[in-house]
């Protein structure tokens, strides 16, 4: 019974490791200032500037913020446009070429987004969370075993009501 409670601790502690900036959506951070550890991390193989965040709400609801700043930014609410935008080409790598189809296949997203429906943010959360955090080569830190379902609600929460949902 030790061996088991030894592996699950030490998996909970791989996976705090492993997300501990809490930026499932892989959030770039452009402000000149900034503490790095503190409001910002720096990928180890790309020198990017990522943002971090206390909570897991927090990032996750970052995700939802950035979608929503895109799509201001672009005057559109296209699925397409907005996503090349999030998930461009740059020094961490090529895009992925899926990332439209498997938002829109797996997670029911429209070519139009609507940040008005509840339900939609929050499968749009789950879904880039999904594409920004492959894990294949290390499936125990699949993200599905840091993010459960109320920490998704929770983002939506705060996207949508971000001085209630802190209270």
């Known amino acids: 019974m030790a061996d088991i409670n030894r592996q699950t601790d030490m998996l909970f502690s791989d996976l705090e490791k492993y997300y501990q900036n809490n930026n499932a959506g892989n959030i770039k951070y452009f402000d000149d200032d900034g503490i790095e550890g503190v409001d910002y991390y720096v990928g180890k193989d790309t020198n990017i500037k990522y943002?971090?965040?206390?909570?897991?709400?927090?990032?996750?609801?970052?995700?939802?913020?950035?979608?929503?700043?895109?799509?201001?930014?672009?005057?559109?609410?296209?699925?397409k446009e907005i996503m090349q935008t999030y998930a461009s080409d740059d020094a961490s790598g090529k895009r992925f070429?899926?990332?439209?189809?498997?938002?829109?296949?797996?997670?029911?997203?429209p070519d139009e987004i609507n940040l008005e429906d509840d339900e939609q943010v929050k499968r749009l959360i789950m879904g880039i969370t999904d594409v920004e955090n492959p894990t294949l080569d290390r499936p125990e830190l699949n993200h599905n075993k840091?993010?459960?379902?109320?920490?998704?609600?929770?983002?939506?929460?705060?996207?949508?009501?971000?001085?209630t949902a802190m209270e």
């Not at 895109?70 to 559109?76: A, E, H, Q």
């Not at 498997?102 to 029911?108: A, D, E, G, Q, S």
């Open 51 to 79: 943002k971090k965040f206390k909570t897991k709400a927090e990032g996750l609801s970052d995700i939802a913020n950035t979608i929503k700043n895109i799509s201001n930014r672009l005057n559109t609410n296209s699925l």
């Open 97 to 109: 070429e899926e990332y439209e189809p498997r938002l829109k296949n797996i997670f029911k997203i």
């Open 146 to 163: 840091y993010y459960f379902e109320t920490d998704y609600d929770d983002a939506v929460r705060l996207f949508k009501d971000p001085i």
